[in-house]
């Protein structure tokens, strides 16, 4: 039996499906699982972070949000993978564009994310500042796309601790050392604790603003209108 953590309320064998989708806001997680899941089933609302699992052309699937930053999905994605027999998350989030040719809602698939953040090192003594995507399901993202005809970029991605930056922009100098495409804020954490626990983890991003270009999506925009990338992530996981 699971044992309860103190942000994961489950105490049943086999709530939480083997692939779990994490969107950062739990109100997405919600339009996700009605929209695409069949017979969704709630089966946590602690702190408001909702997860739900239903199916998906009969696979069964678990959606839960993450919150915003690496330690929010720190914490819930370590508990998934430790304590209740997650085997894979994939991150469907939003990020801003660093260069003109990622535009408003292109999608992105991580290869890599980049952090300035002390977040592996403080997790268990890791210096890398580099951590890749999981090869495997990585590639069944990418081939997904083609069959599905859904075009993507394919590189690195800057995760940050901050929102707001005060100062100079850093977007020039990323995309330049670590050939950045994007920013976002919680890649990095969840692929080293994938990398630390055996398990496997990737990240689909959709563009939600630019440094290079002036427009951006409302708050329920990014909350209702990223259909492409949660198709992308569907497809991918009924194949497991």
């Keep these: 039996m699971p044992r309860p953590t103190p942000h994961i309320q489950v105490v049943e064998d086999g709530v939480i499906a083997e692939t779990v989708l994490m969107p950062g806001d739990p109100l997405r997680a919600k339009v996700l699982a009605e929209k695409y899941l069949d017979n969704p089933v709630c089966f946590n609302y602690i702190r408001n972070m909702y997860g739900y699992t239903g199916t998906y052309k009969g696979k069964k699937i678990t959606v839960m949000g993450s919150g915003m930053g690496m330690p929010s999905i720190g914490i819930y994605s370590y508990e998934l993978f430790k304590f209740y027999g997650v085997k894979r998350i ?42 890749s995507s999981s090869k495997d399901l990585t590639d069944k993202i990418l081939e997904t796309a083609k069959e599905i005809n859904q075009p993507v970029h394919f590189g690195v991605v800057h995760s940050s601790d901050v929102f707001y930056r005060e100062g100079k922009s850093v977007h020039e100098l990323y995309n330049a050392e670590h050939g950045c495409l994007a920013v976002e804020m919680e890649a990095f954490a969840l692929f080293h604790n994938a990398r630390v626990l055996g398990k496997e983890a990737a990240c689909i991003l959709t563009i939600s603003d630019s440094f290079v270009d002036s427009r951006a999506t409302t708050a329920l925009e990014r909350q209702n209108s990223f259909n492409k990338m949660l198709e992308l992530a569907l497809e991918t996981v009924i194949k497991y």
């Design 90 to 131: 994939i991150r469907i989030g939003s990020a801003g564009s660093y260069v003109a040719k990622c535009k408003l809602y292109d999608l992105i698939v991580v290869d890599k994310a980049f952090s300035e953040s002390n977040f592996a090192y403080a997790q268990n003594g890791s210096e890398d500042h580099i951590i």
